[in-house]
């Protein structure tokens, strides 16, 4: 297929493409089709353009010396020193870190990017009068899921943007990071690319959203999440 007879479509990957999302067998084909096309090159060329600012968006800053510490040792890179404090829940120590925070400027971007480039691909998999709440980040800060919105249905509509491989049985689950509380589960995506979680109410002061991977279930840990955290962003609209 030659997606210069298809403009809506090329318009899309190119989107993906500079965004970051296009991995695997369908990356490479879409550069082999680049040094073939012009069309495609010119295509991919407007969105990396359009997508060059978002660096400008997040001056650069060092993570506080307390939260990468605790991070290197919850990740088991540092022991904790024997007459140290157990490092806080990462949920909390989160809060500190300014990096999370400049990160919902880019998510905005990504947003608008999403909106834009790959509109007509999400118009047909959730209701048009979805909302969208946040854009989830994985290790390498590149989207991995959207969250919306629906409110006439009350549900969570997620999307996966991620190659994430999930081993044996284990799922994904969404959480809600109430500020100075406890995860509180959204519900368990599961192993599909796209999910509707039944919500009556969503948590009240909850200015950020993750996912971590979980036995078949969910989590067997009362007070969050008991396996890795892989996804994690902060709240762009309340549904409140």
């Known amino acids: 297929m030659r997606l210069n007879r298809h403009p809506a479509l090329?318009?899309?990957?190119?989107?993906?493409?500079?965004?970051?999302?296009?991995?695997?067998?369908?990356?490479?084909?879409m550069e082999q089709l680049a040094r073939e096309e012009p069309a495609v090159?010119?295509?991919?060329?407007?969105?990396?353009?359009?997508?060059?600012g978002m660096a400008e968006l997040q001056p650069a800053s060092e993570p506080v010396e307390a939260v990468w510490c605790g991070i290197e040792q919850r990740l088991?890179?540092?022991?904790?020193?024997?007459?140290?404090?157990?490092?806080?829940?990462?949920?909390?120590?989160?809060?500190?870190?300014?990096?999370?925070?400049r990160g919902a400027a880019a998510a905005m971007t990504v947003v608008a990017v999403l909106a834009a480039g790959i509109g007509a691909q999400m118009a047909q998999r959730q209701p048009a009068e979805a909302t969208v709440l946040a854009v989830l980040n994985n290790a390498?800060?590149?989207?991995?899921?959207?969250?919306?919105?629906?409110?006439?249905a009350r549900r969570l509509l997620v999307q996966r943007l991620d190659d994430t491989v999930l081993p044996g049985g284990q799922?994904?689950?969404?959480?809600?990071?109430?500020?100075?509380?406890?995860?509180?589960?959204?519900g368990v995506i599961g192993r599909e690319r796209a999910a509707r979680l039944a919500l009556d109410r969503?948590?009240?002061?909850?200015?950020?959203l993750a996912v971590s991977v979980e036995p078949p279930g969910g989590s067997t840990n009362p007070d969050g999440p008991?396996?890795?955290v892989v996804f994690k962003g902060?709240?762009?609209?309340s549904p409140l």
């Open 10 to 29: 090329l318009d899309r990957m190119a989107a993906q493409y500079a965004l970051g999302v296009l991995r695997g067998g369908a990356r490479r084909r």
């Open 41 to 52: 090159r010119a295509a991919i060329g407007h969105w990396q353009v359009r997508l060059s």
């Open 76 to 101: 088991g890179w540092k022991p904790v020193p024997p007459h140290e404090p157990a490092a806080s829940p990462w949920w909390q120590k989160l809060w500190e870190a300014p990096t999370f925070w």
């Open 140 to 152: 390498q800060s590149r989207p991995a899921l959207l969250v919306s919105w629906d409110a006439a």
């Open 171 to 186: 799922v994904l689950q969404l959480w809600a990071l109430p500020e100075g509380g406890k995860p509180q589960s959204l």
């Open 202 to 208: 969503f948590p009240a002061a909850a200015p950020a």
């Open 226 to 228: 008991s396996g890795p």
């Open 234 to 237: 902060p709240l762009i609209h």
